[in-house]
């Protein structure tokens, strides 16, 4: 089955960076999108970016110009580059794969603490 495993999630001060990692087990060429959502406690799981098979990419108004996705192909891996993050960051972020047919795949999260 397709796995997704997520890293490098952890505590960073107001303003700072971070770069998530999402490795795949199979080509991501093999997924119509990937990319990552985020839940806070309390909170509805939400859209961070998507980028989709052609290489074009959906970002949320909250984190565009904020935020950066990329991938790896030859890694099976995608990236989320997090800069000048603040505290309504926080939360669990997850990769999260569409299948051409419109399944999702989903990692096991990384915790993404904002905080001073």
């Known amino acids: 089955q397709v796995q997704l495993v997520e890293s490098g999630g952890g505590l960073v001060q107001p303003g700072g960076s971070l770069r998530l990692s999402c490795a795949a087990s199979?080509?991501?060429?093999?997924?119509?999108?990937m990319g990552w959502y985020r839940q806070a406690p309390g909170k509805q799981r939400e859209l961070v970016v998507d980028?989709?098979?052609?290489?074009?990419?959906d970002y949320a108004t909250s984190v565009k110009g904020r935020f950066t996705i990329s991938r790896d192909n030859a890694k099976n891996t995608v990236y989320l580059q997090m800069n000048s993050l603040k505290p309504e960051d926080t939360a669990i972020y997850y990769c999260?794969?569409?299948?051409?047919?419109?399944?999702?795949?989903w990692g096991q999260g990384t915790q993404v603490t904002v905080s001073s």
């Open positions: 999260n794969g569409k299948t051409f047919t419109y399944f999702n795949y």
């Open positions: 199979e080509s991501i060429f093999n997924f119509a999108s």
């Open positions: 980028i989709f098979n052609s290489g074009s990419t």
